[in-house]
């Protein structure tokens, strides 16, 4: 009777090479705190609160904004009822309409590499500058044709400098008077700002930034695009690009839902290609815009 063959020690290496090299895999795509979460979903009762991401649908996929080639960033004005987005290559800040046509454009003259916009309140604005980590505040009129960032309030923070992974999105909270930072990556951050933009001229100007490494190191992502401040729930929404997904953050930054951005998810036909920005208008719409110059609509499906 034969005797089973052993293993040999040459198989036995290249299968623990593999299996090393799949952990590591699944560790650097954050695939189990993922698997994790969706888990945890599936047994937990729904919260109230929740804006509930899974419940969207995609209705408008991937449509051609004409005239653009690297938009990045997106934020909704609730007193125009319009959206904000802004260009790198040929700075710029672009007024679109909600189905993703351009209303207006207005260059932007010494802002570095923009890649965030934000509204404030009517007419005001937050631009961030990635690569000098600047954040600028600018005021935008109806016949507006150009912004000159050296004629605007402006703040350094330098904090985590990295060429090229600095400020990529930014969130405003009117009641609380936060402004959220995004840090791309290494590390991957999320900065609370109070007091800038500055608000009161007879106050005096004192800026505070605080950041929560326990809610950060909860987001189980690769990198962050953009961000999105709930004011009816107090969430906020965080995108990220390589892991093509939204997540949702109640306040103590708990992830609550996410939302997919993958093909066959959402409704979605093919991949998002690489979002950049994300805005959710007063009805609960979500807006996402993808390089080069996709548009996307996603709306909450009814019961």
Not at 196 to 215: D, G, L, M, Q, T
Not at 223 to 245: I, K, V
Request: net charge negative.
């Amino acid at each position: 009777m034969r005797r089973l063959a052993r293993p040999k020690p040459l198989f036995l290496m290249l299968l623990a090479i593999v299996l090393t090299a799949l952990i590591a895999t699944g560790q650097y795509l954050r695939l189990y705190e993922r698997a994790w979460f969706n888990l945890n979903t599936r047994w937990q009762p729904i919260n109230e609160q929740a804006i509930a991401l899974d419940q969207y649908r995609v209705t408008i996929e991937a449509q051609v904004i004409e005239g653009l080639d690297d938009v990045s960033a997106l934020t909704f004005d609730p007193v125009r009822k319009s959206l904000f987005t802004v260009t790198n290559k040929n700075a710029e800040l672009i007024e679109l309409s909600l189905d993703g046509k351009i209303l207006r454009r207005v260059a932007l003259i010494g802002f570095g590499d923009p890649e965030a916009v934000e509204f404030i309140s009517e007419d005001i604005y937050v631009i961030s500058d990635e690569r000098q980590q600047r954040l600028i505040k600018i005021h935008l009129d109806e016949d507006t044709r150009f912004l000159d960032a050296a004629d605007a309030e402006q703040m350094t923070l330098g904090v985590h400098m990295s060429k090229n992974k600095g400020f990529e999105g930014l969130a405003y909270d009117s009641v609380g008077k936060r402004l959220f930072v995004a840090k791309e990556r290494d590390p991957m951050l999320i900065y609370e700002v109070q007091g800038f933009p500055h608000h009161n001229s007879e106050k005096s100007y004192a800026v505070h930034v605080i950041n929560n490494p326990k809610r950060d190191a909860g987001l189980f992502v690769r990198d962050l695009s953009s961000l999105q401040y709930d004011e009816r729930s107090g969430h906020l929404l965080a995108l990220s690009d390589e892991s093509r997904l939204i997540i949702e953050l109640d306040i103590d930054g708990k992830p609550l839902s996410t939302l997919s951005l993958s093909k066959g998810r959402q409704g979605l036909q093919k991949n998002v290609p690489q979002a950049e920005g994300i805005a959710m208008d007063d009805d609960g719409t979500l807006y996402l815009v993808s390089e080069p110059n996709l548009f996307y609509v996603f709306e909450k499906a009814q019961p």
